[in-house]
């Protein structure tokens, strides 16, 4: 039966004064490949920033769903800085690697955004290091 065959698995769509953050694969689901990382949604109220950080081994791919943003980057090593306008409208995939300070500005006064996330490693906190622009 299709019900013993398929799974419904509960997430949790953790919201703060920002917007909110859902991941959609955590990559501890059975029936993966062996090796994958995680999937996520993250949303931003107008105004506000999401990321704002490095990793130190995870390799991050991004897709704006809905809305507008400014995309910051610097590379911590060379210290090169770099700009991104993205519009939902134009859809484009963003593959920021490890060592790549990231943050997504939300440029609107009134939409929010939503961003589409796939990260090659599972969440560990330790990955993270604090970054300002
Ligand atoms: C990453 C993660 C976060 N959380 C909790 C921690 C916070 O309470 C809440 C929001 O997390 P964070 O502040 O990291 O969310 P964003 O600022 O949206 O950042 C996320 O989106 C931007 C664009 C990135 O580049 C980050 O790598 C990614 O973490 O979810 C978890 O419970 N599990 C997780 O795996």
Same mark, same amino acid.
């Given at each position: 039966? /299709?019900?013993?065959? /398929?799974? /419904?698995?509960?997430?949790?769509?953790?919201?703060?004064?920002? %917007?909110w953050f859902l991941k959609v694969i955590? %990559?501890?689901?059975?029936?993966?490949?062996k090796s994958t990382g995680e999937v996520y949604l993250t949303l931003a109220n107008p105004?506000?920033?999401k990321g704002g950080h490095y990793h130190l081994l995870a390799n991050e791919w991004f897709t704006?769903?809905?809305g507008n943003c400014l995309l910051k980057l610097q590379d911590v090593k060379t210290k090169e800085y770099k700009e991104i306008v993205l519009n939902s409208n134009d859809p484009v995939t963003i593959y920021?690697?490890? %060592?790549?300070?990231?943050?997504?500005f939300n440029t609107s006064k009134e939409a929010d955004f939503i961003l589409l996330a796939?990260?090659?490693q599972l969440f560990n906190p330790v990955?993270? /290091?604090?970054?300002s622009f």
């Open positions: 039966m /299709i019900k013993d065959k /398929i799974q /419904i698995i509960k997430r949790n769509k953790i919201e703060d004064s920002r %917007g955590t %990559g501890t689901e059975s029936n993966l490949p105004g506000e920033m704006l769903i809905t920021v690697p490890y %060592g790549i300070a990231h943050a997504f796939y990260s090659d990955d993270t /290091i604090n970054f």
